[in-house]
T-cell receptor, first 111, second 117 residues
Framework: AQTVTQSQPEMSVQEAETVTLSCTYD???????LFWYKQPPSRQMILVIR??????QNATENRFSVNFQKAAKSFSLKISDSQLGDTAMYFC????????FGAGTRLTVKP | DAGVIQSPRHEVTEMGQEVTLRCKPI?????LFWYRQTMMRGLELLIY????????DSGMPEDRFSAKMPNASFSTLKIQPSEPRDSAVYFC???????????????FGPGTRLTVL
């Protein structure tokens, strides 16, 4: 079974700075999808970014980018120019047939 | 599209009562997922459907839990009888399968916060 590990339960960053959230996963599959979801205090799960395992190019969405290392089974999220609205729980997720989530990282952006 | 719709948003009930959570997926999506989120266990996949057929229910904790999807636009998750340890936020999500065309992303509903006293 696939497992997803987020080793940082909590992180904080100053507004306008850059922060990187870590994620590793375990799988024997070669084709799959990886995601980062954001869950603000409103509780709504919001997709931040997605990566197809067959693509070598790292995905980027505005201030959000990933460092996908397939051989190392690592999928970290970099948030540039952090904003107060980025304060949330961030979940890394692996998907083949179904989606498995990591335990989450609580990110606080400080003014 | 209104997104994934869940009802109720909050439910408070007493131990032993039956609880039914409802979900309307996004029109055209052929996958539907039920998750449970707790502080202790995080986000757990309970069950998922493809074209209204249950594919994997290995995450359903006990026989007290059951899920149905009678048609493409409606699903229920039922707990009977409910227990205090069932208190959690229950999410429904839907997706469609179109690899290479933006598929596989799951769209989540707002969740139902269940409290069992």
């Amino acid at each position: 079974a696939q497992t997803v590990t987020q080793s940082q339960p909590e992180m904080s960053v100053q507004e306008a700075e850059t922060v990187t959230l870590s994620c590793t996963y375990d799988t024997s599959e070669s084709n799959y999808y990886l995601f980062w979801y954001k869950q603000p205090p409103s509780r709504q799960m919001i997709l931040v970014i997605r990566q197809e395992a067959y693509k070598q190019q790292n995905a980027t969405e505005n201030r959000f980018s990933v460092n996908f290392q397939k051989a190392a089974k690592s999928f970290s999220l970099k948030i540039s120019d952090s904003q107060l609205g980025d304060t949330a729980m961030y979940f890394c997720a692996f998907m083949k047939n179904d989606m498995r989530f990591g335990a989450g990282t609580r990110l606080t952006v400080k003014p | 599209d209104a997104g994934v719709i869940q009802s109720p948003r909050h439910e408070v009930t007493e131990m032993g009562q039956e609880v039914t959570l409802r979900c309307k997926p996004i029109s055209g999506h052929d996958y539907l997922f039920w998750y449970r989120q707790t502080m202790m266990r995080g986000l757990e996949l309970l069950i998922y459907f493809n074209n209204n057929v249950p594919i994997d229910d290995s995450g359903m904790p006990e026989d007290r839990f059951s899920a149905k999807m009678p048609n493409a636009s409606f699903s229920t998750l039922k707990i009977q009888p409910s227990e205090p340890r069932d208190s959690a936020v229950y999410f429904c999500a839907s997706s469609f399968e179109q690899p290479g065309l933006g598929g596989n992303e799951q769209f989540f509903g707002p969740g139902t916060r269940l409290t069992v006293l």
